[in-house]
């Protein structure tokens, strides 16, 4: 038998767990924890791994107060491993909470724990840590404000309109250091992304753009190579 009815002061009843939950109880006791810490994981609701996850969390070092937030019913495992990465890479509790609703999933999380670990702004973050940005949108937005992009060609390639193939040939424009004016030339919805990717490479080797139409037809795609499609726009001047 693991516990008695009610244990050492814990005042926890051991029909309320299984086996596996009164272990991690046990540990967190063996292990130096104190009643305070050991009550907050053992919880019923809370299935063993996440109480094994906590407990192990707060030997490591986090507090009480950190390790509190860790309890929320509505986050997941995935959820919980990034909130303790990021709390023990020291990203205030008080940031940490604000993302903690169960709402954003893991994968958003670890984009908008990056930015405040990569040293951008609570504002900065703000304008990608929205559960409508998928985190490999987040992503581009986080990076763009990390590499110190103009928030006008940020704001344009973040556009909800656009599909994330497309968002990522107008990040690429603007990494490449296409001005805003050129960017706008291609960052149009009804181009898709290959059609966005001909136009962002012809800008970026210094060609202007007469007449896209043009552009276009004489260009065709084979992963990330440009392939001429015929010697007739050697001939047009498109391509010398």
Request: charged residues 30%; neutral net charge; hydrophobic residues 35%.
């Amino acid at each position: 038998m693991l516990f008695q009815r009610r244990t050492d002061n814990l005042n926890i009843d051991k029909k309320m767990f299984d086996d596996k939950q009164l272990l991690e109880i046990k540990k967190g006791k063996k292990h130096g924890l104190s009643k305070k810490k050991i009550l907050l994981f053992a919880n019923p609701s809370l299935d063993s791994y996440t109480m094994k996850l906590i407990r192990k969390s707060l030997e490591h070092g986090l507090s009480y107060k950190e390790a509190k937030v860790l309890v929320n019913e509505n986050l997941d495992f995935y959820q919980r491993l990034e909130i303790i990465d990021a709390l023990f890479k020291n990203i205030p509790i008080e940031i940490v909470k604000k993302y903690v609703n169960g709402d954003i999933d893991f994968n958003q999380l670890k984009e908008i724990f990056k930015g405040y670990e990569h040293g951008l702004s609570d504002e900065e973050v703000s304008k990608y840590a929205k559960q409508e940005f998928y985190y490999y949108e987040m992503w581009l937005i986080r990076l763009g404000y990390e590499r110190g992009f103009d928030e006008e060609k940020i704001l344009l390639y973040s556009d909800r309109k656009f599909s994330q193939a497309q968002m990522y040939q107008i990040y690429k424009g603007v990494k490449h250091g296409l001005s805003l004016k050129q960017l706008k030339m291609f960052a149009k919805e009804h181009y898709d992304e290959n059609q966005m990717k001909v136009i962002r490479i012809y800008l970026e080797n210094g060609y202007s753009i007469s007449d896209l139409d043009d552009i276009l037809n004489c260009f065709d795609l084979s992963d990330d190579i440009v392939i001429i499609k015929s010697l007739s726009c050697n001939e047009s001047g498109l391509i010398n």
